[in-house]
């Protein structure tokens, strides 16, 4: 006897825990079923909205990211193409610098063999000399796009020439260069 009433002990206890889940399933079924199909069709529709609520706020903040990650980009582009054109603009003063230390050396090398007795002899083969020096400067600075401006018998460019005075002349046209006081660059 006493295995039976512990045999039946715990089935009643299961039995009981069973009913106690029943009644709470049917309590549940019952105040789904007490509830007006209205305001069931109500609380999807509100369930609804919170998710449209939802998918909106993150749609709004992945656009949000998304222009972030657009300017971020763009900041960077930019940032590159400032530092090429800072780097092209240090290489290009920095050149127009050097050359410009450069020309009057090679204004001076026209000029002594501009005023060279170039009738002595003995001074004319260092009258070539000097000649080949002044050519292989023009050369030289030319690889760097530097180039002689000389307006000898073209007509006045104020954009190019400065003009030191002005001459009335019947062999040329008006506003000609007669006379070249120093070449540009």
């Known amino acids: 006897m006493s295995e039976q009433s512990n045999q039946t002990s715990p089935e009643v206890e299961v039995t009981e825990e069973a009913v106690e889940l029943d009644q709470v399933e049917a309590t549940e079924q019952e105040a789904s079923l007490e509830q007006s199909p209205e305001a069931e069709i109500a609380a999807l529709y509100a369930e609804?909205?919170?998710?449209?609520q939802t998918i909106s706020n993150q749609a709004d903040k992945l656009a949000s990211q998304k222009d972030s990650v657009v300017r971020a980009a763009a900041d960077v582009d930019n940032a590159r193409r400032r530092a090429a054109l800072d780097i092209e603009k240090a290489h290009k003063f920095a050149l127009e610098k050097f050359v410009n230390e450069l020309l009057p050396v090679v204004d001076n090398l026209d000029r002594a063999i501009e005023f060279a007795d170039?009738?002595?002899e003995a001074l004319k083969p260092l009258i070539e000399g000097i000649d080949m020096t002044s050519k292989s400067f023009v050369d030289a600075v030319k690889k760097f796009g530097v180039?002689?401006?000389?307006?000898q018998g073209e007509t006045f460019n104020p954009e190019f020439h400065q003009a030191m005075s002005m001459q009335p002349s019947a062999d040329v046209a008006p506003n000609t260069v007669i006379a070249?006081?120093?070449k540009g660059y």
Not at 48 to 52: G, I, N, P, V, W
Not at 147 to 151: A, G, K, L, M
Request: aromatic share 0%; proline share 6%.
């Open 48 to 52: 609804l909205e919170e998710a449209k």
């Open 147 to 151: 180039e002689v401006v000389d307006p």
């Open 118 to 120: 170039k009738e002595n």
């Open 180 to 182: 070249v006081m120093q």
